[in-house]
């Protein structure tokens, strides 16, 4: 593995910022063990592809096959734990006036590790709300078949996730476009930079911005500081070196 440096000015950037923002993507939950949308799915899984799993129309099909991939899918995020980025970034949010997370990732585990207003893009695997209302649901009878129905209107139920298709609510991404347009330091950790509207964040933040990907070409300018490597590596002593 190649030394990690991390830029004496950078450090001196981040002593001063005032706001930071930052974009978390499915890079650093793949370093807890989860797999990202990009991973060729196995085992029961392995003839689909995520887009027929993620969308409206999907579940229309089949909703059972559906909340089934789900329910596979949350049973493997209570099996990991979060990793020394999520715990990096949560101690962050202690040395800085004002930090705001955004993540692309629905597994909570951010909050886990003690990260506070996670700002949930994408929604959370853990919630459920009724297909048919768009509202959140707490409990449901399990004998009602899979899947369950809503104990309101009778109606299937699904994962509080966005799916292919779907927009993102408007005053989820307005709390994260604003924080990126005010931040002194803006972060994108494990992400693509392809997902719209997510990708955006980083085009329109303000002042210095900072990526960790593991394909990203290494970068160091004045504005601009690319590091290819794991968030669970560079992250850690970053924070320190704070």
Not at 26 to 54: C, H, M, V
Request: glycine share 8%.
């Amino acid at each position: 593995m190649n030394e990690i440096v991390i830029p004496v000015q950078l450090i001196e950037a981040l002593k001063k910022a005032q706001r930071v923002a930052i974009l978390t993507g499915a890079g650093i939950s793949a370093e807890s063990g989860i797999p990202t949308f990009r991973d060729q799915l196995t085992g029961l899984w392995a003839k689909y592809r995520p887009e027929e799993l993620a969308t409206s129309k999907g579940f229309q099909r089949n909703p059972r096959m559906v909340w089934e991939w789900y329910a596979a899918r949350r049973e493997k995020v209570h099996t990991v734990e979060p990793n020394a980025g999520h715990y990096a970034l949560a101690e962050l949010a202690r040395k800085v006036p004002e930090l705001t997370l955004a993540t692309q990732n629905v597994d909570g585990l951010h909050q886990r590790a003690g990260s506070e207003g996670v700002i949930e893009l994408h929604g959370n695997i853990n919630r459920v709300k009724c297909f048919d209302e768009g509202l959140l649901v707490d409990s449901w009878n399990e004998n009602q078949g899979i899947p369950p129905r809503c104990p309101r209107c009778g109606g299937f139920l699904r994962p509080d996730v966005v799916w292919f298709g779907e927009m993102l609510p408007d005053e989820v991404f307005e709390k994260a476009e604003y924080a990126a347009k005010k931040c002194d330091v803006f972060f994108s950790i494990g992400t693509s930079g392809q997902v719209e509207p997510a990708a955006s964040l980083a085009r329109i933040a303000h002042g210095i911005v900072i990526t960790i990907n593991l394909e990203v070409e290494s970068l160091i300018s004045p504005y601009r500081y690319n590091f290819n490597g794991k968030a669970g590596e560079i992250l850690p002593l970053l924070v320190q070196k704070l």
